[in-house]
Structure formats: structure tokens, C-alpha cells
């Protein structure tokens, strides 16, 4: 059945060899000093580039850093040196190149001023939370690169691009984070280049070794890289853990802050041209920002509507436009 499977995904036609995938992915074999120097040069104007992106709150800047971004080719050959068992230096280079893109963009942010509220820039704010999702997505990306790096009829830049698209951008925003002393945004960011690097590694070797490159040794004994897939697979739950933490809780909270909308609504349904122009949560509390030309109506009918929707103990504050701001209370008391 594996066989079979092996044969529809990649035709033995086209199928590269070993010494071929080795000589792509690997940077410490063959022409070594042409093949660091081109990663490093084109790592440092991506790095450059995906900074200023950033920076400009430029999407199609962003994208234009993705496209010549070179950091795919290390973190494969991770996955392809675990399966083989042997080190191939990668780990080292992916370490090194980490380090350059967040120290370019520690000194590229150096050009904001002191107040910039780095949330306001969606280049940042989307890249700084983290959720299981998006280590889905990384997931995907990289069976399909790997299974794209194996075959000969697929273009060599697809899934260069395709990896890439998960990797600077991330470790830019955490260098910009730290250059504005935004330590938990940078740790967010940090978190999903890191999700994103072991969904790669991982994906990447299953499908070396499903294809056939691992070790002899271990490909007879049909457990390819045992001991490599139990510490990705610790290292893989490590990650999603957290994730999923983060997911369910976002989940919920778009949820409270859905019901909340919805019961404020309801309160100011006898105010002539009063509305609810959106609910947040800052800081454990729940804001509800409203717009009324009079008076609001009592505040404990609020919590009253909100009693059974939300969870008791969740303090509630009233932000109206004109600049007052209402405690109302604590929702269950």
C-alpha cells in the first residue's frame, strides 16, 4: 500500500536522487563557499527588505522579501540529515541566520520613535499571536515542499517560496519587538517561526523517509530515524500545547465578546441613535465602547443582560465616545 502511494506521489521517473537532494538542501556539500555566500547575501537583502515591509506596514514589500528569502534551504536539509542520521551542519546555519534577521531588525527599528504602537501595524499585530492554525498551515507547506524538492518536474523556486513565506517575516517582527523593548509581542513572534521551523522539520522528514531516502541501516529495519521522529515528535507537542492553549482561548474570547456586543445592544435599544461600535478585552476586563448623543441607561441592567452569557467575575467598563468611562461592576455580582 505504502509503495503504491510512494509511486502516485512521486513516479520513480522523477524521482532525485540522494546525491542530488544532498547537493540542493546541504550547504556544507559541494561548492560550499559559492553556496554560503549566496545564502548569506540573499538572507541579509531579504532580511533587509522583509524589515522595511514591515516597518511601511507594506504587504507587497513583505512579499517581495518572501520570494528571495533562502532560510527553506537549511531547515530541509535538517530533515534530511535526521533521516539520514548523519550532521550535515544545517542546524548550526538555521541558528546563525536566526540571529542575523533579528538583529537587522533590532537595528532597522531603531528608526520609530519611542511611542510607536507597534499593534497599530498589521504587519506586526498578525505575526505576534500565534495560533494552532497557522501551525496547520506550516504543516502543509512543508509536506508539499518536500514532496516539490523530490520530484524533477517541479520548479526548484516553488517551494523555496511556499517555506519561505513563514520564516523572515516572523523573525523580523521579533527583532523589531526587541529594538522597541516589546518583550511578550517578540516572544509571540518568536513562538511561530518556532511552531512554523518544527512543522517544516517535521513534515520534512516524513516524507524523506516515506520516499526512501533514510538511512539503510534503519530503512531495513523499517523504523527510518527512530530516535530522530521521537524528539521531533516531543519537541512538536511542545509547540502545540501552547498553541492550542492560545486557540481555545481566542476562540472564547471572540465568543464573550460576541455575546457582550450583542446584550449591550439590547441595553441601548430604547436610546435614540445610540450604538455599540465595537467590544474588547484589555487586561483581563471587558470594554464596551459606545456611542450615545444623552445619557446611558443604569449600568446594572447591562450586567443584568450579561449574567448567564458570560462568565461570572469578568469586570465590565463603558467607554463612551465623548471620554467618560463607567466601571459598571463585575458580571455575577
Not at 506596514?57 to 539520514?84: E, F, H, R, W, Y
Request: proline share 5%; net charge neutral; glycine share 8%.
Amino acid at each position: 500500500m505504502i509503495s503504491k502511494v510512494r509511486a502516485r506521489v512521486l513516479p520513480a521517473s522523477q524521482r532525485r536522487t540522494l546525491d542530488e537532494l544532498t547537493e540542493d538542501l546541504i550547504l556544507s556539500a559541494g561548492d560550499t563557499t559559492a553556496k554560503r555566500s549566496a545564502f548569506w547575501t540573499m538572507l541579509t537583502l531579504s532580511a533587509v527588505i522583509a524589515a522595511g515591509g514591515v516597518l511601511t506596514d507594506s504587504t507587497a514589500t513583505v512579499i517581495g522579501a518572501m520570494i528571495i528569502a533562502p532560510l527553506s534551504t537549511p531547515i530541509m536539509g535538517i530533515a534530511l540529515g535526521s533521516v539520514q542520521r548523519r550532521r550535515t551542519g544545517s542546524i548550526t546555519v538555521v541558528l546563525l541566520a536566526c540571529l542575523l534577521v533579528i538583529a537587522i531588525g533590532m537595528l532597522m527599528s531603531l528608526v520609530l520613535p519611542a511611542d510607536y504602537d507597534l499593534l497599530s501595524n498589521s504587519q506586526i499585530s498578525s505575526r505576534t499571536a500565534p495560533t494552532l492554525m497557522d501551525l496547520v498551515a506550516a504543516l502543509a507547506t512543508g509536506l508539499a515542499g518536500a514532496v516539490a524538492l523530490a520530484r524533477r518536474d517541479v520548479g526548484a523556486v516553488l517551494p523555496g517560496v511556499a517555506i519561505a513565506i513563514s520564516l523572515v517575516p516572523p523573525l523580523v517582527v521579533t527583532g523589531v519587538c526587541l529594538g522597541q523593548l516589546s518583550g511578550w509581542l517578540a516572544l509571540g513572534a518568536l513562538a511561530l517561526f518556532v511552531s512554523n521551523l518544527f512543522a517544516l522539520v517535521f513534515a520534512g522528514m516524513l516524507v524523506f523517509a516515506s520516499l526512501g531516502y533514510a538511512a539503510d541501516a534503519d530503512r531495513a529495519a523499517g523504523r527510518p530515524g527512530r530516535k530522530a521522529y521521537v524528539a521531533m515528535a516531543v519537541l512538536f507537542a511542545v509547540v502545540v500545547v501552547p498553541l492550542a492553549a492560545d486557540t481555545t482561548a481566542t476562540l472564547l474570547l471572540n465568543a464573550w465578546t460576541g455575546r457582550a456586543k450583542d446584550a449591550a445592544q439590547q441595553w441601548l435599544a430604547d436610546e435614540p441613535d445610540a450604538t455599540v461600535t465595537h467590544v474588547d478585552a484589555q487586561s483581563r476586563t471587558l470594554h464596551i465602547h459606545v456611542r450615545t448623543p444623552g445619557d446611558l441607561p443604569p449600568v446594572r441592567a447591562l450586567l443584568d443582560r450579561l449574567d448567564g452569557r458570560l462568565p461570572d467575575g469578568i469586570p465590565i467598563v463603558v467607554d463612551v465616545q465623548r471620554g467618560r468611562r463607567i466601571d459598571a461592576g463585575k458580571v455575577g455580582d
